[in-house]
């Protein structure tokens, strides 16, 4: 088991690559970073760094993949990963392989951030992000090629809901390609999945500015 360091709290002080690894429970590749006082840790590695590197996490970090960052030091236009929904909790979004987001812009007492889906959100100015992209791109482009190799992975076979018994799932029963059967689709568990489903008293729906598809919050 491979122990990344999400949390980048090792501040002020320089390391150096020394290996790509990978990690087979996770789709990007990890860094082995040798710092300047002894210690190993593995970081997600980003898309460009090399053995040899050097990488940093600082609030005077240079703007170089795998340097960490608080989002008031990064400047607007920036693509980050690996980034801090809560101050110090250590990173949460944007870990998967291939993945960016961008600094959108500052207001008041936020970090605005454009995240992969499209949704721009508020982030604490104070919350940490590492700059660049995750790295091993090319993850989402792997054939796996058969049945077994996804059994492999603990990936278990998946039937449609109507294919099912009516029993087992809402969208299920009717004479042969009957489709859905009923008048809104709904979850295994009877509740609604079209349109808005998103929680509305869900904590974080203050911090959304603009959610995927270009619909704008209110300010609030």
Not at 9 to 33: C, H, Q, S
Not at 45 to 74: M, Q, V
Not at 110 to 131: H, M, N, Q, T, Y
Request: aromatic share 4%.
């Amino acid at each position: 088991m491979r122990e990344v360091d999400f949390k980048r709290d090792k501040y002020d002080v320089w390391g150096k690559v020394e290996a790509i690894d990978y990690d087979p429970n996770r789709n990007a590749d990890l860094a082995m970073i040798l710092y300047e006082d002894g210690e190993r840790r593995y970081i997600l590695s980003p898309h460009g760094l090399k053995k040899g590197d050097k990488i940093i996490s600082s609030e005077a970090a240079p703007i170089e993949p795998g340097n960490a960052l608080p989002l008031s030091a990064i400047p607007v236009g920036t693509e980050i990963h690996n980034i801090e929904i809560t101050k110090g909790k250590g990173a949460q979004m944007v870990r998967g392989a291939g993945s960016v987001a961008t600094v959108f812009g500052k207001e008041e007492n936020w970090s605005l951030v454009k995240l992969p889906s499209g949704e721009i959100r508020r982030f604490d100015p104070g919350c940490l992000a590492v700059i660049g992209q995750v790295g091993n791109i090319e993850s989402k482009q792997r054939v796996l090629g058969k049945a077994g190799r996804s059994r492999n992975m603990g990936i278990r076979p998946s039937v449609r809901g109507t294919a099912m018994h009516p029993n087992a799932h809402p969208h299920g029963g009717g004479e042969g390609r009957s489709g859905v059967g009923m008048k809104h689709p709904k979850t295994v568990y009877g509740r609604s999945a079209v349109g808005k489903t998103r929680n509305k008293t869900k904590y974080s729906n203050r911090l959304i500015v603009q959610r995927r598809g270009g619909v704008r919050e209110k300010l609030g």
